[in-house]
């Protein structure tokens, strides 16, 4: 099966509302999603209470857009194609496609189905899109090879853009001893 069956009821869920049975509480917000029953988004108290041993993700947000942590949803979905960002020290993706200003001249990659400009070779900017493209064309999948539950060997360079390496650590030093201009004569 190309696509999981709860997918586009993922994509298509509103998150970040109020829960209605603990909206009082302080993590009251709904940003959890159940893949096993792909009902309605739910917060952190009904995951304990009605989905304890189901297939749970968290959704974040991310400027106004709902964002999936990579480490969660590659181990249940393919999202290779799909461009990923680094978030407070997170790698996530978008799940939908997102508004974008105008394209600049000379952008290098974008992607197929919104035409956003993407920051790296990937084929589509979230998965709403290669959803899209997957439907659409065919030439995609979000099934994990092998046993469904690891990613293949060697995937980990096709979805994350290899890392720079730091600075040395003298280049960003601001400080030191005074250099004091010459004394004129």
Request: charged fraction near 20%; aromatic fraction near 10%.
């Given at each position: 099966?190309?696509?999981?069956?709860?997918?586009?009821?993922?994509?298509?869920?509103?998150?970040?509302?109020?829960?209605?049975?603990?909206?009082?509480?302080?993590?009251?917000?709904?940003?959890?999603?159940?893949?096993?029953?792909?009902?309605?988004?739910?917060?952190?108290?009904?995951?304990?209470?009605?989905?304890?041993?189901?297939?749970?993700?968290?959704?974040?947000?991310?400027?106004?857009?709902?964002?999936?942590?990579?480490?969660?949803?590659?181990?249940?979905?393919?999202?290779?194609?799909?461009?990923?960002?680094?978030?407070?020290?997170?790698?996530?993706?978008?799940?939908n496609e997102r508004p974008q200003p105008k394209s600049g001249k000379g952008v290098a990659h974008l992607?197929?189905?919104?035409?956003r400009s993407l920051l790296d070779p990937f084929r589509f900017c979230s998965l709403g899109c290669k959803?899209?493209?997957?439907?659409?064309?065919?030439?995609?999948?979000?099934?994990?090879?092998?046993?469904?539950?690891?990613?293949?060997?060697?995937?980990?360079?096709?979805?994350?853009?290899?890392?720079?390496?730091p600075p040395p650590s003298n280049a960003r030093r601001r400080k030191g001893i005074p250099h004091r201009?010459?004394?004129?004569?």
């Open positions: 099966m190309p696509v999981p069956p709860w997918l586009e009821s993922l994509l298509s869920t509103a998150f970040f509302t109020v829960c209605r049975t603990h909206g009082d509480a302080a993590r009251g917000e709904c940003n959890m999603y159940c893949l096993d029953c792909q009902g309605d988004a739910f917060c952190y108290y009904c995951r304990s209470s009605k989905h304890k041993d189901h297939q749970v993700i968290q959704i974040r947000r991310s400027s106004y857009h709902d964002v999936v942590r990579v480490s969660e949803i590659q181990k249940v979905l393919d999202i290779s194609g799909v461009q990923t960002y680094v978030i407070n020290s997170a790698r996530v993706l978008f799940l992607c197929e189905i919104c035409s959803l899209v493209g997957v439907k659409r064309n065919g030439n995609a999948s979000f099934a994990i090879d092998g046993r469904g539950e690891e990613l293949r060997e060697g995937t980990q360079q096709d979805i994350y853009p290899p890392t720079p390496s201009a010459p004394f004129g004569s």
